[in-house]
């Protein structure tokens, strides 16, 4: 029987093809998943497994080829693509990244940044809306993990994203993980940033593992590297604990995209997730008020 729909309790995790089958075959108890259509749409066995999946869990569809950063415009042959895999699911929840990724037609493996200016502002707010409309659902918009910003961005990238909030009325998927590697990368305090999120817009959280790797460009320092290669660090568990606080409990993720372990760990870290949200609800006083 199909599910209504229902926005899950509790952190579920990224599903990747190397659990597939595992999680069709025993439909272990986790709250939901979240799968990359990207991942599916090119192999009809995954397809399938993914279909037979569905009617047992709420979904969330992350999108990691939609590029709606892209000046040359949305490809809407690959939104008709995922439109088919959305319908066909019924996800509770449709995203993509706050980035760009195609450029003239060709794919580029990363999510590459944008400048936070007015040009940008109104480029993204055509594309949302033009994605919104060619998938029938709302896409939320997550941050995205930086390295390095433009000269030419008139806005933070937390003014930017409430900006683009008030033009549009989309909402955010709030990557924990990416607010806490970025603050490091690119000097500023993540508590701040979170507080200056909209938290009325937040629909989803993501966690997920990074690796400090050597800043050729600032010898003696390190940058930390989105991966999604290991177990979220324990830093990024304090801010998960402000970030609950601060918007509510909301479905969680946990994304793991590389050096993919046995499912077990990533229950694991989605256990982690909940003991965190609860310890996190249960406390009376938020950070910020104590700082
Ligand atoms: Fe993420």
Same mark, same amino acid.
């Given at each position: 029987?199909? =599910?209504?729909? /229902?926005?899950?309790?509790?952190?579920?995790? &990224? %599903?990747?093809? *190397?659990? @597939?089958? +595992?999680?069709?075959?025993?439909?272990?108890?986790?709250?939901?998943?979240?799968?990359?259509?990207?991942?599916?749409?090119?192999?009809?066995?995954?397809?399938?497994?993914?279909?037979?999946?569905?009617?047992?869990?709420?979904?969330?569809?992350?999108?990691?080829?939609?590029?709606?950063?892209?000046?040359?415009?949305?490809?809407?042959?690959?939104?008709?693509?995922?439109?088919?895999?959305?319908?066909?699911?019924?996800?509770?929840?449709?995203?993509?990244?706050?980035?760009?990724?195609?450029?003239?037609?060709?794919?580029?493996?990363?999510?590459?940044?944008?400048?936070?200016?007015?040009?940008?502002?109104? =480029?993204?707010? /055509?594309?949302?809306?033009?994605?919104?409309? &060619? %998938?029938?659902? *709302?896409? @939320?918009? +997550?941050?995205?993990?930086?390295?390095?910003?433009?000269?030419?961005?008139?806005?933070?990238?937390?003014?930017?994203?409430?900006?683009?909030?008030?033009?549009?009325?989309?909402?955010?998927?709030?990557?924990?993980?990416?607010?806490?590697?970025?603050?490091?990368?690119?000097?500023?305090?993540?508590?701040?940033?979170?507080?200056?999120?909209?938290?009325?817009?937040?629909?989803?959280?993501?966690?997920?593992?990074?690796?400090?790797?050597?800043?050729?460009?600032?010898?003696?320092?390190?940058?930390?590297?989105?991966?999604?290669?290991?177990?979220?660090?324990?830093?990024?568990?304090?801010?998960?604990?402000?970030?609950?606080? /601060?918007?509510?409990?909301?479905?969680?993720?946990?994304?793991?995209?590389?050096?993919?372990?046995?499912?077990?760990?990533?229950?694991?870290?989605?256990?982690?997730?909940?003991?965190?949200?609860?310890?996190?609800?249960?406390?009376?006083?938020?950070?910020?008020?104590?700082?």
């Amino acid at each position: 029987m199909r =599910l209504n729909r /229902r926005m899950p309790d509790g952190a579920g995790v &990224g %599903l990747r093809l *190397p659990h @597939l089958a +595992e999680v069709v075959a025993t439909r272990p108890s986790i709250p939901w998943f979240e799968i990359h259509p990207e991942n599916v749409l090119a192999n009809p066995h995954a397809t399938e497994l993914l279909l037979e999946l569905a009617p047992h869990y709420p979904l969330s569809v992350h999108t990691v080829g939609i590029s709606i950063g892209s000046v040359g415009g949305i490809d809407r042959a690959h939104v008709k693509r995922v439109r088919a895999l959305v319908d066909a699911v019924d996800p509770v929840l449709v995203s993509g990244h706050l980035a760009w990724s195609t450029h003239e037609g060709a794919y580029l493996n990363d999510l590459l940044p944008l400048p936070y200016d007015e040009e940008t502002l109104q =480029l993204l707010t /055509r594309h949302l809306e033009e994605v919104q409309e &060619g %998938l029938g659902r *709302p896409y @939320l918009v +997550e941050n995205p993990s930086s390295y390095l910003g433009f000269g030419s961005s008139t806005m933070t990238e937390v003014q930017f994203l409430g900006e683009l909030v008030r033009r549009t009325g989309c909402q955010l998927l709030c990557d924990v993980s990416n607010v806490f590697l970025s603050g490091h990368n690119m000097g500023y305090d993540p508590y701040r940033y979170l507080d200056g999120l909209p938290a009325g817009a937040i629909a989803e959280l993501h966690l997920g593992g990074f690796t400090p790797e050597a800043d050729e460009a600032t010898p003696g320092a390190d940058l930390l590297v989105d991966t999604h290669a290991t177990v979220v660090a324990e830093p990024v568990w304090d801010l998960y604990a402000y970030a609950v606080r /601060r918007f509510g409990p909301k479905p969680t993720i946990i994304e793991w995209d590389n050096d993919i372990p046995p499912f077990a760990t990533l229950r694991g870290q989605a256990a982690r997730a909940d003991q965190v949200a609860a310890g996190a609800a249960a406390t009376e006083r938020p950070r910020a008020a104590a700082r």
